[in-house]
């Protein structure tokens, strides 16, 4: 099996069903007493969060750039960021290290191709929603996105709870409205992808009338397959 390098703890909730959810993958592809072969470099968020609130998107770069290359160094065949809103500075991170960096938005853009999903509603943080990063890459694989009209309440949940582990009913029914408020408009947008990792905490298959993109299960199970390969 290949190795993989974790960074994670934006936020360690979600990281932590990274952890779960990869480990289990490989139990059950491999059998046994299997699991991933695997370092994680799981960082302080607050000071991230501060960085992001300021644009300081280098500063931030710099820093999770440093926890790559530590990766490789420790012997990692393979780099993983476990958050989506920090592929903002991926470019930064590629630049530092000479093995594979395993992309979440282009494992999310092959997952919708898969399923014939031309058309999605991306839920995220707000710089996952309104700015292009992350929106580009699904684009350039002719994958039309939409964003909810308003972003505020869905960035609001996602720092003020989800990050901190907590799942309130209220939250989650807000993002069904939203949902649904969006397919009335567009009726044919055909899935929903959950770009950031912690909302897989607060909403399920069931939640919407069409597909659910969980962004955490999708890049594990690509981690899965290079780890397997």
């Given at each position: 099996m290949q190795s993989?390098?974790?960074?994670?703890?934006?936020?360690?909730e979600s990281t932590s069903h990274y952890y779960t959810k990869l480990n289990r993958a490989i139990g059950a592809a491999k059998g046994g007493l299997h699991s991933a072969?695997?370092?994680?470099?799981?960082?302080?968020?607050?000071?991230?969060?501060?960085?992001?609130?300021?644009?300081?998107?280098?500063?931030?770069?710099?820093?999770?750039?440093?926890?790559?290359?530590?990766?490789?160094?420790?012997?990692?065949?393979?780099?993983?960021?476990?958050?989506?809103?920090?592929?903002?500075i991926a470019p930064m991170i590629s630049e530092a290290i000479s093995v594979p960096f395993l992309h979440i938005a282009h494992a999310t853009a092959r997952a919708l191709l898969d399923e014939n999903v031309r058309e999605i509603l991306l839920l995220g943080t707000r710089f996952t929603m309104q700015e292009a990063f992350y929106?580009?890459?699904?684009?350039?694989?002719?994958?039309?996105?939409?964003?909810?009209?308003?972003?505020?309440?869905?960035?609001?949940?996602?720092?003020?709870?989800?990050?901190?582990?907590?799942?309130?009913?209220?939250?989650?029914?807000?993002?069904?409205?939203?949902?649904q408020e969006h397919l009335n408009a567009h009726p044919a947008t055909q899935g929903v992808v959950l770009g950031c990792t912690e909302i897989g905490m607060l909403l399920e298959a069931k939640d919407a009338k069409i597909p659910l993109f969980d962004t955490t299960e999708i890049h594990v199970n690509a981690l899965k397959e290079f780890i397997l390969a």
């Open positions: 993989i390098g974790l960074i994670g703890g934006m936020s360690w072969p695997l370092w994680l470099h799981s960082v302080d968020f607050a000071p991230i969060e501060v960085l992001q609130r300021e644009g300081k998107w280098e500063e931030a770069g710099k820093q999770l750039a440093t926890a790559a290359a530590a990766l490789e160094r420790a012997g990692a065949q393979g780099i993983a960021l476990c958050t989506n809103t920090m592929h903002k929106k580009e890459v699904l684009i350039e694989q002719g994958i039309r996105v939409h964003i909810p009209q308003e972003t505020a309440e869905i960035d609001r949940i996602i720092f003020e709870e989800l990050c901190k582990g907590k799942v309130c009913e209220p939250s989650k029914a807000y993002y069904v409205r939203v949902i």
